[in-house]
């Protein structure tokens, strides 16, 4: 190799369970090319399409590379060139003369445009603590189901996906392993080939429920009915382990009273899916070992989303599944992870004040609201970093309208000028994961994962550390802990003991020391030790204790205007709103789709590759319809998230979506969507 060339260790930021472990080559300081560690055993050299593209985003021609001031309207995305002095100074100084009269005025919204917890949350954490902005609750993706996790299991953990190989029945539930799960896929093929059953759960014909033996096609927001019925089975046909039961869990009887109104033919009705799937699930379920279950975010995103997680993850207990190393529950290990938040994002600096918290899943609303007693003052400031809210947020008119406000001061920080960017008053040029420091854990494997820089930053780009470091300092902020660098906020993510800090230099990567089966003897990290099958945490809030099926906000068939059920899960070679503006990727799914049944695209006069509205009370937006059977009849599946700008009429599929919320966490419930098509040119 020359000279000039060298290759670097990192890992991927995106937010997907898989959490790879880059190579970047780079020559003369450019990278030019990004392939898996082959090293790295979950990551085996292999790649997603999207991030194996990463160089390509990373030297994009339309990357953000110097600061720059909004000149035209809100929206307009019409900016000049400013220094960074300049654009510092004016932040602060408009930081300051708001927190003057209320910090909470000020809001912080991010998410995971990195999942990196240096450049995430941490000196962003720590200038917004001292601040005392308003704090956001990070909703947006998991909440719902991670609340169902911990009011289960106690936490986000599972068993270890490396043992899905050895299992001899995998039920995907709410998963697109092949576009959003890619290394998991690999070990259910394994399994596959070893004799083991695939079934896959979910509304939509996707590419994973091809292949695997059975696809059960249920409404969206039924989840838990199907949960419910299939534990019904194993109750009255004695597929129990009741040693397991009376040892490790936690209101067996309640849950069997509780499941035995749910006979198959109810859950059938209810699903809309043929009675003998359900009877034929449950016995192999009840009589299969071992029996994995990979659950996904995509069931959660309803009103009832979280006892749907819930009831699935109630259901290894109740045949001891736990017992093996290749049975149980995985939706997300993150829990797993012993990660000295307080360290890195010293809530210490909030320094006894309590700040309202903004829900980001109604930052529509919100940012509309005028002040009150009960709301706390008028959002006048919001600085975004890893996330562009008018593309991905729901109901996206509103956020639009937000954002759009005159008197509302937004700082942008970002790689790219997004929907949100173009709405930005200071726009800041961030840097990648290939120019940066970072660390980070995973909600699918098990492992640490170091990222060093591979190159200098592009231009005049800077990591969103130094950026808040400096704002730090402009604001008078003058606790020591706004002076750590990069490298040190890695080294105190994680105790040594925990985590061999060397060991993540020397190879990139390290795997936290946990046993093959971990919860084969009970020991859940809940109150009481046990698997909570009925939650005294969820009572106390007035709750019930035990899962149960909650309809949709918007049930199927209960509206004569609206009669088609809508889900907006990501286009496969998009992540989210990322990677929408590279070209290649661009190019490979062409324009937004709405996928249709033919029995609906018929009744309505649609034709394949007809420009459609979809439609309903919240807004519209328009695309290409693709007639198959990717989609159920009665659902439609609006592949997302493509930029607003990006669509024929500058919207996008959250223009329909609500912000109405799930019943635990709090949680968006983007699959919860009533709409209408019709044929562009038609009336409405």
């Not at 759960?201 to 419910?228: F, N």
């Not at 005159?406 to 961030?430: G, K, N, Q, S």
């Not at 020991?523 to 909570?532: A, L």
Request: charged share 20%; glycine share 8%.
């Amino acid at each position: 190799m020359s000279p000039d060339v060298v290759t670097v260790r990192g890992a991927c930021p995106h937010d997907c369970p898989d959490t790879c472990a880059l190579v970047t080559t780079v020559e003369n300081g450019v990278a030019v090319k990004v392939h898996g560690n082959p090293a790295h055993r979950h990551t085996d050299g292999v790649l997603c399409t999207k991030v194996s593209r990463y160089a390509e985003r990373t030297h994009h021609p339309e990357r953000l590379l110097q600061p720059m001031r909004r000149t035209g309207p809100k929206g307009s995305g019409q900016f000049e060139p400013i220094s960074w002095d300049e654009a510092l100074d004016t932040i602060a100084r408009r930081l300051g003369d708001i927190a003057a009269r209320d910090p909470q005025a000020i809001l912080p919204y991010s998410y995971a445009g990195t999942m990196g917890l240096v450049q995430g949350e941490s000196m962003a954490a720590r200038f917004f603590h001292r601040l005392g902005a308003s704090l956001l609750d990070r909703t947006i993706c998991a909440a719902a189901g991670g609340e169902g996790l911990v009011q289960t299991l106690g936490a986000k953990v599972g068993m270890k996906v490396e043992h899905f190989a050895q299992a001899k029945l995998i039920v995907i539930w709410g998963s697109n392993s092949i576009g959003s799960n890619l290394h998991f896929w690999k070990l259910a093929q394994q399994a596959k080939r070893d004799g083991a059953r695939l079934v896959c759960i979910d509304p939509r014909r996707t590419e994973t429920a091809e292949k695997c033996h059975e696809h059960i096609a249920l409404r969206p927001g039924t989840d838990a009915a199907l949960a419910l019925a299939l534990m019904h089975q194993l109750i009255t046909h004695d597929w129990l382990d009741h040693d397991y039961i009376r040892d490790h869990t936690l209101g067996f009887e309640a849950l069997r009273e509780r499941a035995l109104q749910w006979p198959p033919e109810r859950a059938a009705e209810v699903c809309d899916v043929p009675v003998q799937q359900i009877i034929d699930l449950a016995r192999a379920y009840g009589t299969t070992r071992p029996a994995a279950i990979r659950l996904n975010y995509g069931m959660q995103r309803v009103r009832g989303g979280g006892n749907a997680v819930r009831a699935v993850a109630c259901l290894p207990a109740l045949v001891g599944a736990w017992r093996q190393a290749a049975g149980g529950v995985l939706l997300s290990s993150s829990g797993q992870f012993p990660v000295e938040r307080a360290a890195l994002q010293r809530p210490d600096l909030l320094a006894g004040r309590q700040p309202r918290t903004i829900n980001m899943s109604t930052i529509g609303d919100d940012l509309l609201r005028e002040a009150s007693p009960t709301f706390g003052p008028r959002i006048e400031a919001v600085v975004v970093y890893n996330s562009n809210p008018v593309a991905v947020a729901p109901e996206s008119g509103k956020v639009v309208r937000g954002f759009a406000r005159d008197d509302l001061f937004t700082v942008v920080l970002e790689h790219f000028r997004t929907d949100t960017a173009d709405h930005a008053d200071i726009l800041l040029p961030a840097t990648t994961q290939l120019e940066h420091w970072d660390i980070h854990t995973s909600y699918g494997h098990t492992d640490v994962l170091l990222n060093r820089p591979a190159i200098a930053p592009v231009g005049q780009s800077r990591t969103n550390t130094d950026v808040f470091r400096a704002l730090a300092r402009r604001m008078g902020f003058t606790e020591p802990c706004f002076d750590d660098d990069d490298e040190a906020l890695c080294r105190m993510a994680f105790r040594p003991d925990v985590i061999d800090f060397q060991q993540l230099l020397d190879q990139g990567f390290a795997t936290l020391q946990l046993p093959d089966a971990p919860y084969a003897d009970g020991d859940f990290p809940t109150p009481s030790g046990r698997c909570e099958f009925v939650s005294a945490r969820l009572q106390a809030q007035g709750l019930d204790g035990l899962p149960d099926h909650l309809p949709n906000h918007e049930p199927a068939g209960s509206s004569v205007r609206f009669p088609l059920a809508m889900i907006s899960p990501p286009a496969r070679n998009f992540l989210n709103s990322s990677f929408v503006n590279v070209q290649s990727l661009r190019d490979i799914e062409g324009q937004p789709v709405l996928e249709m049944h033919p029995a609906d695209a018929g009744a309505r006069g649609i034709a394949d590759g007809d420009m459609v509205r979809v439609f309903n009370d919240r807004g519209e937006y328009r695309c290409r319809v693709k007639v198959g059977q990717r989609a159920r009849h009665g659902v439609v599946n609006g592949l997302g998230i493509w930029w607003r700008k990006l669509g024929p009429d500058g919207t996008n599929v959250n223009e329909v979506t609500s912000q109405r919320l799930t019943d635990l966490g709090r949680g968006p419930t983007f699959y919860d969507c009533l709409v209408e098509v019709a044929r562009v040119g038609e009336a409405a």
